[in-house]
């Protein structure tokens, strides 16, 4: 168990290595000069050369490459991650005023993923092709299609056109104002949640499925346990491996889906951050906030593949 | 036994090789067609309403009744009525030909990224699972890199790095699909490349290229596609948010993602007929295209039903 997890966490620094990487090759060496992102083409066309460069040395992109890297590493690594360009804040500060929300977005959008597709592929998987399976798989697919911010847009008009309801503007911290802060969070991470139970839902349908078919569940049956026994007991836990991994890769989708979805609710968290700093084209925040869901991503990997090890000891030993 | 190549099978002597009976290819074609519409009806409605929409975007001029980008200055956000059947945006553009309009957009978008990304991705994977070794072990790596992003955040990184544009926006998009493409097919050749008949036309003096080229990448098409078709609705979504967040085609051309971001720019409550349009075109759009994608799952290989 151990060497699996010192392995495992070895491979996930080498990946955030590269993930820096690309990061900077992405923003930074990628043709497109970064004056042209911070000022528009137009802007670009009106600077002259000498302001050209005074702005470059400025912003200290005249130096070389490694340079530029290693100075950006050592920002990560003091813990300030760099500057706005736009904003006296430093980035640091930002997320840790913003991330508290879009980290319980996220946390509550995956037990309301679970909540929901678990069921739902229950009763899917122990009639298939029934009634009830055919409407919740129409359904699941059905919300696989649907864009959450879009959804996320209509839930905000239909809550102001019928009850007059708006969700509050300003961030209230979880330990202030408890009320306050749910009423921001709840409306993205149902968007959000009811986007990932519909993966949840059929993963855990076919994993089920294959699962019902094993010996091991035969035998519970012939000895004589009743069908819930069977399923909660039997199938449902090792049905539920796969479901674990796909959970990781879908946190990723939530902490990206945020992104639009914070912005069509107007909550103030991380993903509206990345928007600003889009619509600003502000590389430099871009360029942290890009890094920092990414991080975030390969380590929220790293201990789903750690959880699962834990509970699959086939892995471990593999 | 696994058919052999025709052209690399050994003659046997005495003999005479059966003349090839080939169907011609519109037969085949349509054969395949009618063969799918009878084992997936469900796949195949959704698969002509797919269609629908590509003519649609393909006939835009012809069907949209105004010009998406024309004011009609004493029609201004207006809400539904005949003549303007979607309602009018602030400025008075008609917002039923915008979403027909959209569907060039979205779906030029996300076919080039597919025909760009996927199919790089997996070509990729096809070199790096037959070549297996170092190569694939740097390949792994770039691609767990790659993989590492949600594919949403890499795709606004490049789109941004690389400013607005029709091009950039298939770029962005295309190097999110390459992972997946790399992934998937890697793995199908990773199994073909044990098989018999591929040790066999090896053992008859193939080069690597012919191996690849004829032997193993037919049995990658099934795969590619059911690929291909699952990564259009990704492609269309990731298109919309791109929009939809500012960093897609730049307006006034009409996206679906950039009428939603417009709708909200409409005031401080966007009008309801703003946001519906363009988001159910988004729906009913991928929703077809997931559709038809799980309907040639099942016909091509059922067996991938997990893998994608």
């Known amino acids: 168990m151990y060497t699996y997890v010192i392995r495992r966490l070895a491979f996930g620094a080498l990946t955030v290595v590269g993930v820096s990487i690309v990061v900077f090759l992405v923003l930074r060496v990628l043709p497109g000069d970064p004056l042209v992102a911070i000022f528009g083409p137009e802007g670009f066309t009106k600077l002259s050369e000498a302001e050209r460069a005074g702005y470059m040395d400025q912003l200290g992109l005249s130096d070389p490459l490694v340079v530029q890297y290693l100075r950006w590493v050592g920002d990560i690594a003091s813990g300030s991650f760099g500057r706005s360009f736009f904003r006296a804040e430093s980035v640091a500060e930002m997320i840790a005023r913003r991330g508290p929300l879009t980290a319980e977005i996220a946390l509550i959008a995956v037990v309301l993923s679970w909540v929901v597709g678990i069921p739902v592929a229950v009763v899917s998987a122990l009639r298939p092709n029934s009634m009830a399976d055919n409407v919740s798989r129409f359904v699941s697919i059905l919300f696989l299609a649907v864009p959450g911010f879009w959804l996320g847009m209509l839930i905000v008009l239909a809550l102001l056109f019928w009850f007059g309801y708006r969700a509050p503007l300003a961030g209230a911290a979880l330990w202030n104002d408890p009320v306050g802060n749910l009423q921001i969070v709840i409306g993205p991470a149902v968007v959000l949640g009811l986007g990932q139970a519909a993966y949840i839902a059929r993963m855990a349908r076919s994993s089920l499925l294959e699962v019902i078919r094993e010996d091991y569940v035969r035998t519970a049956r012939a000895k004589g346990l009743n069908g819930r026994r069977v399923i909660s007991r039997h199938a449902l836990p090792n049905a539920l491996l796969p479901v674990i991994t796909l959970s990781g890769v879908l946190l990723g989708f939530v902490l990206a889906g945020s992104i639009p979805v914070e912005r069509a609710f107007g909550v103030p968290g991380l993903g509206y951050a990345m928007f600003t700093a889009v619509s600003e084209r502000d590389v430099f925040v871009m360029q942290n906030l890009v890094f920092l869901y990414a991080v975030v991503f390969v380590v929220l990997n790293i201990l789903v593949d750690v959880t699962i090890a834990w509970l699959d000891p086939r892995i471990r030993y593999r | ?308």
């Open chain 2, 1 to 308: 036994m696994t058919a052999l190549d025709p052209e690399t099978a050994l003659p046997v002597e005495g003999v005479p090789p059966a003349p090839p009976r080939r169907r011609s290819i519109a037969r085949r074609i349509g054969g395949g067609l009618w063969n799918f519409g009878r084992r997936s009806p469900f796949s195949a409605f959704w698969g002509c309403i797919a269609v629908a929409i590509i003519l649609m975007a393909a006939a835009a001029p012809l069907i949209a009744p105004y010009d998406p980008l024309k004011s009609d200055f004493r029609n201004m956000a207006k809400p539904p009525f005949p003549g303007h059947y979607f309602g009018t945006d602030q400025i008075g553009r008609d917002t039923l030909s915008r979403v027909i309009y959209g569907a060039r957009a979205s779906l030029t978008v996300a076919i080039g990224a597919v025909l760009f990304g996927t199919t790089l991705g997996a070509l990729w994977g096809l070199a790096s699972g037959y070549f297996g070794g170092r190569f694939d072990i740097i390949s792994q790596r770039i691609i767990e890199f790659l993989q590492s992003f949600p594919d949403l955040i890499l795709a606004m990184a490049i789109a941004m790095a690389l400013g607005a544009g029709l091009d950039t926006v298939i770029i962005a998009i295309a190097i999110t699909r390459i992972p997946f493409g790399g992934r998937v097919i890697r793995s199908v050749v990773l199994s073909l490349k044990e098989m018999q008949y591929v040790e066999a036309a090896r053992g008859l003096g193939a080069s690597h290229l012919r191996l690849m080229a004829r032997h193993i990448l037919p049995q990658c098409i099934a795969p590619f596609l059911i690929l291909a078709t699952a990564h259009l609705g990704v492609a269309i979504i990731i298109e919309a948010s791109l929009g939809f967040l500012g960093v897609g085609i730049p307006p006034p051309t009409p996206t679906w993602g950039n009428m939603l971001a417009d709708s909200l720019n409409a005031g401080l409550v966007p009008p309801w007929w703003l946001v519906l349009f363009p988001g159910l075109a988004i729906t009913i759009t991928v929703l077809a295209f997931n559709l038809l994608g799980d309907g040639i799952r099942d016909v091509l290989d059922p067996r991938l039903r997990s893998a994608v």
